[in-house]
């Protein structure tokens, strides 16, 4: 058609599925400068997988080999592109020790810390590192960029309080890190036999036998159902403590 459009005409010769003579069974994607230059034969840089382009190439080759001039410029262009630096050499016996005495006692090129140095914070805590405790200072409270003036709850704070912690910790290690319920190993949560929030304003809510070592699918069975529970708990955390408070 006389009045067809470019685009009108891309799409009808794409209907038309033109196929790679090279084999490969793509089809060509039709472009609007084909309209001008005519449709290719094959798609781009497979025209030397076909029978043709590889017959044209080995005509162009056949019989022909590289001069010396074009054998040493190849050759001269790959070393440059191989780091040879000590290739062919040795390090003498006197830079070997010396490379190995430079070396000795390092855990890698990578640190410089040497077997037998004590860290500058070994055995220093919160309690006993006057540095670190007025940097925590510093940074508590309203003096933290994050404070939001005060919104944590009474909970948020039992449980980021050392008394927590320990207590937590105290249990863990009682109950060798072991579901007390169903015997499993791995991730464990500390189960508060009477409920935390019967008794945050007393000493059970810290007192190692109001707590019990749980898996995470068995904690998950006590939520609001505690009391349900606190009988067969107790029983087992006396065996560990003992039948009277500490």
Not at 68 to 87: A, C, D, F, W, Y
Not at 132 to 148: C, V
Not at 216 to 241: A, D, G, L, P
Request: include cysteine; glycine fraction near 8%.
């Amino acid at each position: 058609m006389k009045n067809q459009s470019l685009q009108e005409w891309v799409l009808e010769e794409q209907e038309k599925n033109h196929m790679c003579e090279c084999g490969c069974g793509q089809i060509i994607i039709v472009k609007p400068q084909h309209r001008s230059r005519g449709l290719p034969k094959y798609i781009q840089g497979h025209f030397g997988k076909s029978k043709e382009g590889r017959e044209m190439s080995s005509k162009i080759h056949k019989g022909k080999n590289n001069s010396e001039e074009t054998k040493t410029l190849i050759r001269n262009k790959r070393k440059l592109q191989i780091n040879i630096g000590m290739r062919g050499k040795h390090h003498t016996e006197e830079a070997k020790e010396k490379n190995r005495q430079a070396h000795l006692g390092t855990r890698g090129s990578f640190t410089s810390f040497k077997k037998g140095n004590i860290p500058h914070n070994k055995g220093l805590t919160k309690e006993n590192n006057i540095g670190m405790k007025k940097t925590s200072e510093k940074m508590s409270g309203k003096n933290n960029h994050q404070w939001k003036g005060g919104i944590s709850t009474e909970r948020d704070v039992f449980y980021r309080s050392d008394g927590y912690k320990d207590w937590r910790n105290s249990i863990f290690k009682r109950d060798d890190y072991i579901c007390q319920n169903c015997g499993k190993t791995g991730y464990m949560n500390p189960h508060h036999i009477i409920p935390w929030r019967d008794c945050k304003d007393t000493p059970l809510a810290l007192h190692i036998m109001n707590g019990i070592t749980l898996c995470k699918k068995c904690h998950k069975k006590t939520i609001k159902k505690e009391y349900n529970f606190s009988r067969k708990f107790f029983k087992i955390t006396r065996k560990e403590v003992g039948s009277k408070w500490e």
